[in-house]
């Protein structure tokens, strides 16, 4: 008798274990599918806004150039640690990649941030978080790499280090 219902609870334990598994791993698949944000190999939707200067700037008017699109926020720490090398890499190729920052959060002092970060990159404000809404962007910072044609060649997740930017926009 205790062999049998031992081997019911064990049955009925597997049983319930297989069931978790295979609903998480669905789950999953779902999240990937509908908020992994946009990928490699579309176009770059194109947007206009404004500058922390005041300028009106649209992403098709770099058409034929690299472009590195980082979006980013003053609150962010692992955007704090990212500025610094994606300033200097910005001072170091200004000439060939055109580098765009998205602040996300202009409802703050962003000028203030900018001057203390000591930020010469074209930053752009996302007012109505339209262009956060068509990038699909779900974390900070977020970096899109576009080659010359408009066609986001590759998007990195997280603080890129100044060889990581060296790394993608080589192959643009």
């Known amino acids: 008798m205790f062999k049998k219902v031992f081997a019911a609870v064990a ?24 908020y992994s944000g946009l990928q490699a190999g579309v176009k770059a939707p194109d947007f206009e806004i404004k500058t922390l200067s005041g300028e009106t700037v649209k992403l098709s008017q770099f058409k034929g150039k690299k472009v590195m699109l980082n979006f980013w926020a003053t609150w962010c ?23 765009l920052a ?14 203390e970060m000591g930020m ?25 790499f576009i080659d010359a044609k408009g066609i986001i060649r590759n998007k990195f997740l997280g603080v890129m280090t100044i060889d990581k930017m060296k790394q993608f926009t080589e192959v643009l």
């Open 11 to 34: 049955l009925f334990a597997m049983l319930t274990v297989a069931i978790v598994q295979a609903m998480e791993k669905e789950e999953k698949a779902i999240q990937t599918e509908n």
């Open 120 to 144: 010469t990159i074209p930053i752009l404000l996302d007012e109505d978080d339209s262009v956060n809404k068509r990038y699909q962007i779900l974390t900070i910072p977020t970096t899109y």
């Open 102 to 115: 998205v602040n996300v959060d202009p409802q703050y002092d962003v000028q203030r941030f900018a001057n």
């Open 77 to 99: 720490p692992p955007c704090k640690e990212e500025i610094p090398e994606m300033e200097q890499f910005y001072r170091e190729n200004k000439d060939d990649i055109v580098i």
